[in-house]
């Protein structure tokens, strides 16, 4: 029994921890641990140091405590270090102490799913779901991990989104607040996410670009751990409330009383998410977005953001709980976040070799994928294939997938200067499926690499045909395995046509929709008024749909 000096301590580090104070907790918790070592402590400094995005500290702290929780917490850590195999082996560990723990099957299932191993993942969160079914987060994750499956339809995502909604969400909801009509629509973004992250590509166009005669911005963040992006982005709104830690209930009657016309999620069913603060309808009018073209499966959400060529008109209607509402032109409005490095000259040319290249998360690496990657390098003797993945055993099973292994080079997760650098290296990208690259692939344009797509069957699968139109580059994309290949090979054959559309593509994609900012902001702010009852809600898309003939 710790003495109670130890015990004060940690509780006084307990106290810190919920109202945010993440370096007062870290203090507390090292005092009791001075005084006396226990697992509670050193659990909770490791809780502390993970907040402040010390990973190192905090795998070192769980270890520390050296029991069944904290092997689960370590294995996050180790999971976010890139040491797959030792997460792997602290959950097994955990597992093996305590068979029925839903916390360990619910960590195992976010390891596999990085992994790409979608089955064994959607096994895990499913056996979370059932050892504790009054939780939320595994059906949460089921409901988002579902598109990455290779077997899933739309109707089976919708499905399981739907599921969601049933079991955790319908009853949280009663009547929308009545709109208070002001001299500005109020517009309400909630997020986890305000800092630098893949989001910010997307938000700081839009939060800088946005008409504050005629909107009200208010942001909604959980952010833990502020930085220069956040503060870029409070700079762009009218109300910003930090919101970390604050009970969905509290946050729906702050939001209720902030009078919002127009609550937009922006993350869905990904970490960090607020589905069940949008099920109890704190706004009168509530829109998913940017997160992932999907469906959050919710009864209280009215509408999702998409575009005409993720959802060709009359063809994708029910797949959705939502009713989709389609900018003209694109779903994305893309910023780097950084101008160099620059594209560079086509790499085949000094290697005396064309590398194919694909720095997607493996977990959208299936074996379909893998597959038709062999049959590219098969198409054009003497090519390569540059893939991101963690050290480890994963690699293996990638490599098991090509007849010549050493064909196969990896680059590990890198900081975002030296990720965009590998594609000075990679003369052409081979995109994933069912779910395509989506900020990789504009990554991908930016640095000047044609992405070669396979059109899928759900939405998530039609992201780079969508890029692909906008940027006036339809031919990339194909749609059955065979134009897969002939696409990529064709162009690997021809280096002058690929050095001339390398030379061209970043001032192709600065003049595309992709990152027309005023343009996008001006078509979002229209659909809100839209939703809002403004105008009448009708398609917003002034021409057929993008299907080539026989496709839709």
Known sequence: MPDPEALASCSLGDEALSRGDLAGAVRAYRRALAASPFP???????????????????????????????????????????DTGRASDLLQKALRAQPGNPLAYTALGNLLKDLGRIDAALACHREAQALDPADPVPMGNL????????????????????????VHARDLGGEPPTPRPGPRLRIGYVSPDFRYHCQAFFTLPLFAHHDRAAFAIHAYSS??????VTERLRASCDVWRDCAGLPDGDLARIIREDGIDVLVDLTMHMAGGRPLLFARRPAPVQVAWLAYPGTTGLSAMDYRITDPFLDPPGVTEDAYAER???????????????????????????????????????????????????????????SRLRLMAHPGSHRQLILDAFADPSRIDFTPFLSRRDYLEQYRSIDLCLDTFPYNGHTTSLDAFWMGVPVVTRVGATVVGRAGWSQLQNLGLPGLAAWDDDAFVEIAASHAGDLPRLGALRAGLRARMEASPLMDAEGFTRDLEDAYRRMAGFHPLHPVHPFPSPFPQGQG
């Open 40 to 82: 509670e402590a050193s659990n909770n400094l490791g809780n502390a140091l993970m907040a402040l995005g010390d990973l190192t500290g905090a795998l070192a702290a769980y270890l520390d405590a050296d029991c069944p929780e904290a092997w689960i917490n370590a294995s996050v850590a180790a999971r976010a270090l890139g």
């Open 143 to 166: 409901a988002y991990l579902r598109a990455f499956d290779p077997e899933a339809s739309a109707g089976d995502i919708l499905q399981e989104a739907r599921n969601f909604d049933r």
């Open 223 to 228: 952010v833990q751990r502020p930085d220069a």
């Open 324 to 382: 989709s509402v389609r900018l003209p032109h694109t779903f994305w409005c893309y910023h780097p976040l950084a101008g160099e490095p620059d594209p560079g000259p086509l790499p085949a040319l000094a290697a005396g070799h064309v590398t194919f290249g694909c720095l997607n998360n493996p977990c959208k690496v299936n074996p379909a994928v893998l597959a038709l990657w062999e049959r590219v390098l098969q198409a054009v003797p003497g």
